[in-house]
């Protein structure tokens, strides 16, 4: 019978996540997206921010130049910034939306004009305290987090390792359940910015 204990997300998994591992090291690898052509300094009115929303979701990357890593498989959101992001890095690419971008609560503040960041963050802070959105709720977006590490987790054996070209709110959430379950933050470049990178790993069993 297996036993279940509650993690940090407030729900239960299995009490053995290291039983389905390798006995060798393995390694996942997660990438922020590139730089996307819009940007959040844009200032805005509060009125327009949903609009700046939506062409933020659908917005590609710059031309960003990043040393080619030439992966075999990149997994990414379904969105274009990760997909583009992806190409660079690799030479086939998965898509999951399961690490897409927790949703943005499209809300049309008062006609004040700040950088898009700014209204960005005000939104984000309401939807994580509850304000009711028609996007999915943050305990969505933690059960969809947990699903993706599972997903990940069930590509490796062996030597394997998986990379993930994900966003800054979804990749935080991942880096806590990676953690949870036993991996180790080997390396980390740069605070979440575009392009960042976050290489965990598990030791092998002795």
């Known amino acids: 019978m297996v036993k279940y204990r509650p993690n940090f997300l407030g729900r239960a998994k299995t009490a053995c996540p290291k039983a389905a591992r390798s006995v060798f090291e ?11 052509k819009v940007s959040d300094k844009e200032i805005i009115s509060g009125h327009d921010f949903p609009q700046w929303v939506q062409r933020y979701d659908e917005s590609g990357i710059c031309n960003n130049k990043i040393v080619c890593t030439n992966e075999d498989i990149v997994y990414t959101s379904n969105l274009l910034r990760s997909i583009e992001t992806g190409h660079l890095i690799g030479k086939r690419i998965i898509e999951n939306p399961l690490i897409r971008e927790a949703g943005i609560p499209l809300i049309r503040f008062p006609a004040v004009r700040l950088k898009a960041k700014k209204w960005l963050f005000v939104s984000r802070l309401l ?6 959105t028609e996007c999915e709720s943050l305990a969505d977006v ?6 993706a590490v599972d997903s990940f987790e069930s590509q490796l054996s062996g030597n394997e390792r998986v990379v993930i070209v994900g966003h800054g709110f979804t990749n935080w959430l991942i880096k806590r359940e990676l ?8 390396q980390k470049t740069s605070n979440n910015s575009f392009l960042s990178k976050m290489t965990f790993e598990t030791k092998p069993v002795a």
Request: positive net charge; glycine residues 6%.
């Open 26 to 36: 393995m390694e996942i690898i997660i990438y922020r997206h590139a730089k996307p």
């Open 179 to 186: 953690l949870y379950r036993g991996w180790f933050l080997k």
């Open 142 to 147: 933690k059960i969809r987090v947990i699903k």
């Open 127 to 132: 939807w994580i305290l509850g304000f009711k």
